[in-house]
């Protein structure tokens, strides 16, 4: 398989945490957000969205959406398992995990900040605002869901990473970015020290790919 991704990408970030996880290798391949490389004929063809990541499978079959490929992940080699085996449980770590992939990525990725920028006129500082605002609307979401919650242990939910985590991570990376300040959310500090202790979270991180940049 190969993986289409960007140093940076959240969520290229969240399937490289997922394949580390499952111990699977694949071919990396990489797509420079900044200069538009997404935006190629060649790499529209894969992915009309024009986003990272995308996974070509063996058979040519390409997959996109970063949390549809980590349940494809998870399907074909079910050990260790990212998401609960209760169905109340698998809907808990699906939802957490849609706070930071759902509510705060999409407007606080490269291409709204991108279009805040030049269509309203914003500075580096209304663009960084404006992201901090986002990040700072779900943490509080996510830290009410977590803390003192029956089901939160080690990690988002119990005591192994799940789906959740894969995708809170990435985000609070990029909360650091933006000068977020994270002693706001104790519960999701904690959970995030937890997770990259776990050396498929720490090899997975942006400044550790390949294609990374200062």
């Not at 290229?12 to 997404?38: C, M, P, T, W, Y």
């Not at 024009?50 to 058979?59: H, I, T, W, Y």
Request: charged letters at 20%.
């Amino acid at each position: 398989m190969k993986l289409y991704g960007y140093f940076r990408s959240s969520a290229a970030f969240r399937v490289r945490i997922a394949l580390n996880l499952k111990g699977i290798s694949v071919d990396h391949a990489f797509r420079h957000l900044r200069k538009g490389e997404q935006s190629t004929p060649d790499y529209a063809r894969l992915n009309p969205q024009k986003l990272v990541p995308a996974l070509q499978l063996d058979n040519g079959e390409v997959l996109t959406q970063s949390l549809a490929i980590v349940e494809y992940l998870n399907e074909i080699a079910p050990e260790p398992p990212l998401l609960p085996a209760d169905p109340v449980g698998r809907a808990r770590a699906r939802a957490l995990a849609l706070i930071p992939a759902c509510e705060i990525h999409p407007i606080q990725n490269l291409r709204v900040l991108g279009y805040v920028r030049e269509k309203y006129g914003q500075d580096e500082a209304g663009v960084a605002a404006w992201a901090r605002h986002w990040i700072g609307t779900g943490f509080e979401a996510y830290e009410s869901s977590v803390a003192g919650h029956s089901a939160t242990g080690m990690f988002s939910h119990g005591d192994r990473p799940t789906l959740a985590d894969i995708a809170l991570v990435p985000q609070v990376f990029n909360a650091a970015r933006f000068q977020v300040d994270m002693t706001r959310y104790p519960t999701i500090r904690r959970i995030h020290e937890a997770c990259m202790k776990l050396r498929a979270f720490d090899l997975a991180q942006p400044s550790k790919q390949p294609d990374a940049e200062p």
